[in-house]
């Protein structure tokens, strides 16, 4: 039976786990079967190495993750929009991360920014705009940085 009373709760049931588990409803609906997109999430980082371990950890947990090496290889920086969440390194040749996260959230003010370095960075950070939610070492590792972005979605979300 498909009343939309029963169609209703189970949407609401559908979107209710999706944000437990750090997803948003896609709103497109493929005939009967609604879709769970998983997070969209984007790497600006200079280091191809590393780039490709997390892009590899994100695939294996769900992850949909674009990685670039610079903000120039990115094109223009609007098409951050298309993301849930960036990943930035502190350290990307003559801008800083914080220099790089108040340039973007002047485009994209609601954008939630985790800033990722290899160094304790944690003076500099004290300085960041509200757009960066979290800093993360990177000895901290790949899932640490893949779930600190996932709970910055979560907590945009809500």
């Known amino acids: 039976m498909n009343s939309p009373i029963a169609r209703e709760a189970f949407e609401r049931k559908l979107d209710e786990r999706a944000r437990a588990d750090g997803r948003k409803l896609d709103v497109r609906a493929r005939g009967r079967h609604d879709v ?6 984007v790497l ?3 280091d191809p190495s590393y780039t490709a371990i997390i892009a590899r950890c994100a695939e294996r947990e769900g992850i949909e993750l674009d990685t670039f090496n610079s903000l120039s290889e990115l094109g223009f920086v609007s098409l951050l929009r298309n993301y849930d969440v960036a990943i930035i390194d502190y350290d990307l040749g003559t801008l800083n ?3 790089i996260a108040e340039y973007m959230s002047s485009l994209l003010d609601d954008m939630p920014m985790v800033l990722i370095s290899a160094s304790d960075r ?3 950070i004290s300085e960041a705009p509200c757009c960066v939610r979290a800093f993360i070492n990177k000895s901290a590792g790949f899932n640490k940085i893949l779930e600190t972005a996932r709970l910055c979605i979560t907590a945009k979300a809500s």
């Open 44 to 46: 600006i980082d200079d």
């Open 36 to 41: 769970i997109r998983s997070p969209k999430m």
């Open 122 to 124: 944690s003076d500099e």
């Open 97 to 99: 991360g914080v220099e």
